[in-house]
């Protein structure tokens, strides 16, 4: 099985910062992209970021974008996300999964990211 672990989570003041991790174990399966997403009661779940395993290519959603990094270490099966500039309205669980998505392939925890002062 595939677990995907999403951690780095917590409360933070508004312009503060964050790092989320999300760890890829046991079987791993070729996706082209990791991505993390966010999701608030009654809300579909949201895009954020991705980034391509091979050559590494980004992409942001426009509520993120020039404040949020997605990094990663394909050693590691491990892809990351830095959060700056954090805002209210970013309070959400965040997740990460493959892109594209694997049906299946269940959903992590996410963990809950709090901004608020």
């Known amino acids: 099985q595939v677990h995907l672990a999403e951690s780095g989570g917590g409360l933070v003041q508004p312009g503060g910062s964050l790092k989320l991790s999300c760890i890829i174990s046991?079987?791993?399966?070729?996706?082209?992209?990791m991505a993390w997403f966010r999701q608030t009661p009654g809300k579909d779940r949201e895009f954020i970021a991705s980034?391509?395993?091979?050559?590494?290519?980004?992409y942001y959603a426009e509520s993120v974008r020039g404040r949020f990094t997605v990094s990663k270490d394909n050693a590691k099966n491990a892809v990351y996300l830095q959060m700056n500039a954090l805002k209210p309205e970013d309070t959400a669980v965040y997740y990460c999964?493959?892109?594209?998505?694997?049906?299946?392939?269940?959903w992590g925890q996410g963990t809950q990211v709090t901004v608020s002062s």
């Open positions: 046991g079987r791993t399966f070729s996706t082209l992209a």
């Open positions: 980034i391509s395993w091979g050559v590494g290519s980004t």
């Open positions: 999964n493959t892109q594209p998505l694997i049906p299946g392939l269940d």
